[in-house]
C-alpha cells in the first residue's frame, strides 16, 4: 500500500515557472503509443537531443528531466501521483504519462533503488551551493552506482573480475603472505564496541582517565583490574600503535594478560593473536614480564604494573620500570589489592615517596572513591568490593563473604585497608625473600601444563580440611633434595563448601599427578572423615591432631624455614602470602598460654593455605637445617594411626 507523503512536505503555493508551463502544454498521447513527452527526444538528455535548442529551452528541458527522475524516486519511495504533483508543481496528467511510458510499477526492487539513488544524486549535483553533507554524499551514492553497475554485469558474464576490477591484477602477481596480527579499523571498532559495552561504572572511570600520566589504583581482589586493563591496552595499541608492557609479580602472573587479550580477539573477530611478545600489524607490540625480568629497561611503552603492593624490592624495581615510560607520550598505570604499611610501595601511595618536599595528599577512601590527581601529579582511584556492587558488579555475596571472613581479613582484602604487620608472626617482609618467578626459577625441572608436572620426583602433600564456613585447602612441597636444601611450594588448590568424598577424590587426583612420598591431614574434627577416605588408597597418609603443642610446633618450624631462606614459591600467589599473614599470636582463653590462629572457625574462613603448608613441612624435624641435626631426629608432630 502506497502511503502520502508527510502533510509538512507538501508546498502550498508552488507556482510552476513558465518553462514548466511550456513542458506541461503535451499534446495527449494517440493510442498505442507510449507518450506523455511533448518533445521528439528522452527528456533526460535534453542537452544532446536538442542541440540547437535556445538557452531558456535548454533550462527548460533540464529542470524536466530532472523533475521526472525525482517524481520517479518519490513514486517508489511511496508516494501517490497526486501528491507527487502537488509537491513537484507539475500536472497529474504529465505524471500519469510518465508513469506509463516509463513503467515505474514494473520496475523490480534493485531498479528502483538505483533509480532513486540516481535521482537523489542529479538533485545534489545540480545544486548551486553544496556544503560537506552534500559532497559525502556525492561520493557515496557515485561509489554504489559503480558498484550496481559492477554487479549488473557479472550477472551477465558471471565473471568475478567484474565485481572486483583489482582481481585480475592481484590474481597476477606473487601471492602475499597475510600481515600478521592484522586487526582492520572495521574490526577495532568492533572490538572497542564489545570492550565499553561490558564494562563496570568504576571501569568507565579507568577509561575516562586513560590519557593520565600516571594511575595508581588501590582495589578489591576479584573485580575485573586485569581483565580490564588487558583489553584498555590492546584498544590503546590498536588505535596509537603505542608499545604496551605488563609487569607482574611473575611471568605467570604476566601472561594472565596475554591470555585474556587473545581471547578478547577470538570471541569478538574469530582471529587468533600469536606470538609472545604480541607485535600488531601496525608496529606495536604488547610484553608480557616479570618483575626478575633482567632487560626490562630495555622496553618502552605504556606500563601496567600489576599487584605492585606485593612485589618485592619496589623501590628498585620501580626505578627500572618508570625508565620505561619516561617519554610524555607513554602512560603508568599501577594497580594492586593493599599488603602491608611497611611495603616499599606504600610510599609512592600517600606520596612519602617525595622527601625533599611535604605534599598533602588525602587517601582515604572518601577522597578517592570517585578517582582525585593528588599534588604529586598522580590519579589515584579506591574501588572496594561495596563500591564495586553499586557499581552494577553482582559477582559477589558481600554478605557471605562478610560471614565467612575475620572483620580483619574482610577489610584487608575486600575494603582496601593496609595490615600493620610489624608484630606478625609471618610479616610480609619475610615472606618477599621465599617469592620467586617460578616460570624461570623451576623451568627446567617443573613443567605446570605437563601430565606429571614434577616427573617422578618426591613431593610432600599438605592438607587442611573444610570446615563449617572455611575452605580447605593443599598443597604439594618439593622437599629438599639435600640436607638443608630448599623447599618448594609446587602447587595449591582450595575448595569450598564441598563433602568429605569430594575432598577425597581431589586429593586421589593429585596424587595421580605426582609421585607423593609423605602426606599430612589435620583430622581434628571433621577433617577425620577425609582422612579416613584417604586412607583407602594412601595408607601411609599421616593423621594430625590438633593441640597447643601441635600448633606452636608448625609455627616454629615455618619459621625457622624462611628464615633460613629455605622456602620458595611463585611471586604471584599473593593469597598464599595473604594466608601466612594471617596468622595471629593470641592468648588461650585461660590467659595462661600462647596459641596460633588465622580464622580457623565458622565466622573466619581464612589461613587455610598456610595451615596445609605447615603441615608438608611438618615431615622434616624441627632441628634440620639449624646445624643441631642429628642422625636420630626424627618428626615433631604427634600423629594419628
Not at 334 to 355: C, E, M, N, R, V
Not at 413 to 434: E, H, T
Amino acid at each position: 500500500m502506497k502511503c502520502a507523503p508527510p502533510k509538512e512536505s507538501k508546498p502550498a503555493s508552488r507556482r510552476a515557472s513558465p518553462a514548466l508551463k511550456a513542458v506541461a502544454k503535451h499534446r495527449k498521447p494517440r493510442k498505442g503509443t507510449a507518450a506523455a513527452n511533448p518533445f521528439p527526444f528522452p527528456l533526460a538528455d535534453a542537452a544532446e537531443s536538442a542541440p540547437n535548442a535556445t538557452p531558456q529551452q535548454a533550462q527548460a528541458l533540464d529542470m524536466a528531466a530532472g523533475l521526472r527522475l525525482e517524481a520517479r524516486g518519490l513514486f517508489w519511495s511511496g508516494w501517490r501521483l497526486t501528491h507527487i504533483a502537488q509537491h513537484l508543481g507539475v500536472p497529474r496528467t504529465t505524471l500519469y504519462g510518465w508513469h506509463k511510458s516509463d513503467g515505474w510499477d514494473d520496475a523490480n526492487s534493485t531498479q528502483r533503488v538505483e533509480g532513486t539513488m540516481e535521482a537523489r544524486l542529479i538533485k545534489l549535483i545540480n545544486k548551486e551551493k553544496k556544503n560537506g553533507q552534500d559532497e559525502r554524499e556525492i561520493d557515496l551514492l557515485t561509489r554504489q552506482l559503480e558498484r550496481l553497475a559492477r554487479i549488473h554485469k557479472y550477472e551477465k558474464t558471471g565473471k568475478e573480475a567484474d565485481l572486483n576490477p583489482n582481481l585480475d591484477a592481484r590474481n597476477a602477481g606473487p601471492k602475499k603472505k597475510p600481515t600478521k596480527n592484522f586487526i582492520s579499523p572495521e574490526d577495532i571498532q568492533k572490538l572497542k564496541d564489545a570492550f565499553l559495552g561490558s564494562l563496570y561504572d568504576y571501569q568507565h572511570v579507568w577509561w575516562d582517565n586513560i590519557g593520565e600520566r600516571t594511575r595508581q589504583i588501590l582495589k578489591s581482589r576479584q573485580i575485573g583490574a586485569t581483565w580490564y586493563f588487558a583489553r584498555e591496552a590492546l584498544i590503546d595499541a590498536l588505535e596509537t600503535g603505542r608499545n604496551q608492557i605488563f609487569l607482574s609479580a611473575s611471568r605467570s602472573q604476566a601472561y594472565v594478560f596475554r591470555a585474556y587479550i587473545v581471547a578478547f580477539v577470538q570471541e569478538v573477530l574469530g582471529k587468533t593473536l600469536t606470538g609472545d611478545p604480541i607485535t600488531l600489524a601496525n608496529g606495536a607490540t604488547l610484553y608480557f614480564l616479570g618483575t626478575n625480568s633482567k632487560t626490562a629497561q630495555s622496553y618502552h611503552g605504556n606500563l601496567y604494573f600489576d599487584e605492585y603492593f606485593w612485589t618485592n624490592n619496589f623501590t628498585e624495581l620501580n626505578n627500572v620500570a618508570s625508565g620505561m615510560s619516561s617519554h610524555k607520550k607513554w602512560h603508568i598505570t599501577y594497580f594492586s589489592t593493599p599488603s602491608s604499611i611497611q611495603h616499599q610501595a606504600h610510599a609512592l601511595w600517600d606520596g612519602s615517596h617525595i622527601q625533599d618536599r611535604k605534599l598533602k595528599l588525602d587517601v582515604t577512601h572518601a577522597a578517592l572513591a570517585n578517582g582525585s590527581r593528588g599534588a604529586d601529579g598522580i590519579w589515584r582511584h579506591i574501588v572496594t568490593v561495596e563500591d564495586a556492587e553499586r557499581g552494577g558488579c553482582d559477582l559477589f555475596d558481600i554478605a557471605n563473604l562478610k560471614l565467612t571472613k575475620s572483620e580483619d581479613v574482610y577489610n584487608n582484602l575486600y575494603m582496601c585497608q593496609f595490615i600493620d604487620d610489624a608484630l606478625a608472626v609471618f610479616p610480609l617482609s619475610v615472606l618477599q625473600r621465599c617469592m620467586v618467578d617460578a616460570w624461570d626459577a623451576w623451568s627446567k625441572e617443573y613443567k605446570p601444563f605437563a601430565q606429571r608436572p614434577f616427573g617422578h620426583k618426591r613431593v610432600w602433600l599438605g592438607y587442611d580440611p573444610s570446615l563449617t564456613g572455611d575452605k580447605a585447602a593443599l598443597v604439594v612441597v618439593a622437599p629438599p633434595e639435600k640436607p638443608g636444601g630448599k623447599f618448594r611450594i609446587l602447587y595449591k588448590l582450595q575448595l569450598h563448601n564441598v563433602d568429605f568424598e569430594t575432598q577425597a577424590k581431589a586429593i586421589k587426583k593429585v596424587c595421580d599427578s605426582y609421585n607423593v612420598e609423605k602426606m599430612t591431614i589435620d583430622i581434628t574434627g571433621l577433617g577425620n572423615g577425609v582422612y579416613q577416605l584417604v586412607r583407602k588408597f594412601f595408607p601411609t597418609v599421616r593423621g594430625l591432631h590438633y593441640s597447643l603443642e601441635a600448633k606452636t610446633m608448625l609455627v616454629l618450624k615455618a619459621q625457622a624455614v624462611m628464615r633460613a631462606n629455605r622456602l620458595e614459591f611463585d611471586a604471584g600467589d599473593k593469597d598464599l602470602a595473604a594466608a601466612f599473614m594471617a596468622v595471629k599470636r593470641e592468648l588461650t582463653a585461660s590467659g595462661r598460654s600462647v596459641t596460633y590462629t588465622a580464622g580457623r572457625s565458622t565466622e573466619t574462613g581464612h589461613g587455610d593455605l598456610a595451615w596445609a603448608t605447615m603441615h608438608a613441612l611438618s615431615h622434616e624435624p624441627l632441628e634440620e637445617g639449624t646445624g643441631l641435626a642429628t642422625t636420630r631426629t626424627t618428626s615433631f608432630i604427634e600423629v594419628s594411626e
